[in-house]
């Protein structure tokens, strides 16, 4: 495939292909609405069902359509709903419309139309000379830029966030898709640098070179302007363009910056909530309940190291190995002896850890002996092992997304599993780093929780802190092996023991729930303490373990008994079955005995 | 004599509005001393009187339930009439009333803790890695050793 480029800034950018892959099933269906009888082949309908795992490449079905509509000779123009998605109980849709006339049989003519009241995308492709390929410039058209908006409350509403799908081109205006880029682009492989970025639609490297100069149009308001000073934390200028806003209701806040808006984005916050979870009336106070955002800890800057009474060295296993047949050997033995006595008094420990610690290659010396073996001598005696993040997303959307229906718990390697609040981490986003001691393998994972649902729960600090033994301590001498032996009895009945006293009264509570209802499932400690030898046995990944409800769900449920409400109003504001709290009958004349037994009914439940 | 309405209602008690088929009109008695709420009426047997299972009361301005009939002599039926409070004060401005629905099929809530809401005993769990695997199988080892270097 021929590679098409644009220019920014003198610089020359490469956009990569433009591919979906669904996690769902998705349907699209649509019709012709352009029927003549002069072309008697044209067709009146067809559907598609998406299914999971399949991959939809845009490009390619227009391009297969064209040649579909070129071969038939048919007038065609067929508005299909190519993706289908729900959001917080709403669907939404994007739709394509494919335009085709055998009269100008080069041109296919494409719009991405949706949702409605929103303008349209219109595109022209025209193949009358293949080289130029026009497919290609399908590819450049979406890019995907996630953007911070905590200081800018017109930017969300009902708590989401918004998402720019940019086209850095003039000619492309208006792309009011909404996406749900966390549904839509599972596959997605995000820049490290600007987390959100996706490294399959973007090279961020050529994000420096966008100028004000070159500004696609958002709203279709030709002369607005909605180029950026687009921050990542190393506070990098990226300026970038953006051409409308899609609600988002997963972002990272604090992940990205931007800066310098000369937009007037008030408009983007004017849609009304298409579904708000409303409990009604607030208090007079309101609520508002902001967080100061508590992020990890800095590696300390001064170690046992930096003092200088000791130094240590990373070890690959075969430097390990030659090093012990050195330190055995009479040469080392009697070198040291002669000067300074036991070598083993040199040696204040030795520890196996599972990862990679930087420093300075250089010969190892024990005792200020040169062994003349290379190792790596560390400068640091903390590491910070950054495992990365997880989602934990909501599946019912609902109450049953939370305890007690739902549980969640975190293995932690060299740790153990442990149990998450399940309103802390529900609905957001973990992130996991490990600050390890270097020397003494002992270990500490910091859990940080991000939530920027559609809940109004906003939340970016660390709230889970659990410590335990990443090292494997290496005998040096006799009477570390049998201190060691000692220990690793120790903690495997601390293992064991962990499971079973914390299993007991679980399973007990458990059974006392089952008479009260089948939320109350009993809590089993899945692990004991996990740390050193035992650790090192186990896995090494850590992993997040959700237990979502079933329901059983009967049909006409919501008709026949409506779901939660606490929701006030007028009596009329109500259809289908409700049962009232609490009524203010004023102005409906009827006796009190007929007040009480009109009350009583409508507690109880009524249809209207 | 007071006038009734003879109805065939098809709706569920719980509705608040009632379709109604009229079937005739017809003059009745009310017997003994008899309530506002719970009303029992005499009107000649007919084949609509024998039908009915909903009337309206003129003299009441009010719908009731037929909740029993019992067939006297002199070709009478007598009626035990239960007032359809909903769609009584429904006709009343029960609609403007201001209120708060505990549950309802169209105005709710799905993040409120709902008890009546089925579930199964046994839920699913789920494993999800996190994205990066930091930790190495093939262990290496850090030596700390006294004095400087």
């Known amino acids: ?608 | 004599m007071a006038l009734m309405i003879l109805y065939t209602c098809y709706n569920d008690s719980r509705a608040v509005v009632k379709n109604l088929t009229e079937l005739a009109r017809a003059n009745i008695v009310y017997k003994d001393n008899t309530s506002l709420t719970m009303p029992r009426v005499i009107v000649q047997t007919s084949a609509e009187s024998r039908a009915t299972n909903y009337v309206y009361l003129t003299d009441f301005d009010r719908y009731y339930f037929v909740k029993n009939r019992t067939f006297t002599q002199g070709n009478r039926i007598i009626l035990e009439l239960d007032a359809d409070d909903l769609f009584n004060a429904y006709n009343r401005g029960l609609n403007n009333c201001a209120c708060i629905a505990n549950r309802s099929s169209n105005r709710f809530n799905t993040y409120l803790y709902d008890e009546k809401y089925p579930e199964l005993s046994y839920g699913q769990p789920v494993t999800k890695a996190f994205s990066k695997q930091p930790f190495k199988k093939e262990w290496s080892t850090i030596l700390t050793v006294a004095g400087g270097v």
């Open chain 1, 1 to 608: 495939m021929s590679t098409f480029t644009f220019n920014f800034g003198g610089k020359e950018v490469t956009p990569l292909p433009f591919v979906f892959k669904w996690d769902y099933n998705l349907t699209w269906s649509g019709d012709d609405n352009t029927p003549s009888d002069a072309y008697p082949n044209y067709k009146d309908e067809f559907s598609t069902v998406l299914q999971v795992g399949d991959i939809i490449d845009v490009k390619e079905l227009l391009r297969s359509k064209y040649e579909e509509y070129r071969a038939n000779r048919e007038i065609v123009s067929e508005t299909f709903t190519a993706i289908t998605y729900e959001l917080d109980g709403t669907n939404y849709s994007i739709e394509y419309t494919i335009g085709y006339n055998p009269s100008s049989p080069n041109i296919l003519t494409f719009y991405i139309a949706n949702p409605s009241g929103y303008p349209t995308t219109t595109q022209r492709l025209d193949y009358r000379n293949e080289n130029e390929n026009q497919w290609d410039r399908l590819e450049h058209m979406f890019c995907v830029y996630m953007i911070e908006l905590a200081n800018m409350p017109d930017f969300t509403y009902d708590g989401k966030y918004l998402l720019n799908l940019c086209a850095f081109r003039p000619s492309f205006w208006w792309s009011t898709t909404k996406i749900v880029i966390d549904k839509l682009i599972p596959e997605i492989e995000f820049h490290e640098e600007l987390d959100r970025i996706p490294k399959s639609l973007f090279d961020v490297q050529n994000m420096d070179s966008l100028t004000r100069s070159l500004i696609p149009v958002m709203y279709g308001t030709a002369n607005t302007l909605a180029v950026n000073n687009f921050t990542d934390e190393d506070e990098t200028v990226r300026p970038c363009g953006i051409s409308t806003h899609y609600e988002f209701d997963n972002v990272s806040a604090g992940e990205i910056k931007v800066n310098g808006y000369d937009v007037d984005f008030s408009k983007i916050g004017t849609e009304t909530p298409e579904d708000t979870p409303s409990g009604g009336n607030s208090w007079s106070g309101g609520f508002s309940a902001t967080s100061t955002p508590i992020g990890f800890p800095n590696l300390p800057s001064i170690d046992s190291l930096s003092t200088g009474f000791i130094h240590a060295y990373y070890l690959a296993p075969s430097v390990a190995v030659s090093l012990a047949n050195y330190m055995l050997s009479n040469d080392f033995i009697d070198n040291v002896k002669k000067l300074m006595g036991n070598p083993i008094d040199y040696l204040c420990g030795a520890v196996m850890l599972p990862i990679s610690v930087g420093g300075n290659v250089e010969d190892i010396k024990i005792g200020g002996i040169d062994t003349q073996i290379k190792g790596t001598r560390i400068l640091k005696q903390y590491t910070m092992i950054d495992c990365g993040s997880i989602d934990c997303p909501m599946l019912w959307k609902g109450f049953p997304d939370f305890a007690p229906s739902t549980k969640v718990s975190i293995f932690l390697p060299f740790i153990g599993v442990r149990e998450l609040n399940t309103n802390d981490v529900m609905g957001g986003k973990l992130t996991l780093k490990y600050y390890v001691d270097n020397l003494t393998g002992a270990c500490v994972a910091i859990i940080r929780c991000t939530l920027t649902s559609s809940l109004n729960r906003k939340l970016d600090s660390v709230l889970y802190h659990f410590s335990g033994q990443m090292g494997v301590n290496i005998p040096i001498t006799a009477s570390d092996y049998s201190r060691k032996i000692s220990n690793i009895v120790n903690g495997a009945v601390s293992a064991v023991g962990g499971y079973v006293s914390g299993s007991a009264p679980s399973m007990a509570g458990g059974v006392a729930s089952i008479v009260t209802g089948s939320l109350m499932r009993p809590t089993i400690n899945r692990s004991g303490n996990l740390s050193g030898d035992a650790g090192m046995l186990d896995n090494y990944t850590p992993y997040l373990i959700i237990e979502y409800p079933y329901q059983s769900l009967p049909a006409n449920y919501k008709a026949l008994n409506g779901y939660a409400s606490k929701i006030g109003g007028k009596f009329s504001d109500f259809s289908g079955y409700v049962e009232i709290d609490e009524i203010n009958l004023d102005g409906v004349t009827i006796t009190e005995d007929e007040k009480e037994r009109l009350l009583q009914k409508l507690k109880g439940g009524v249809y209207k």
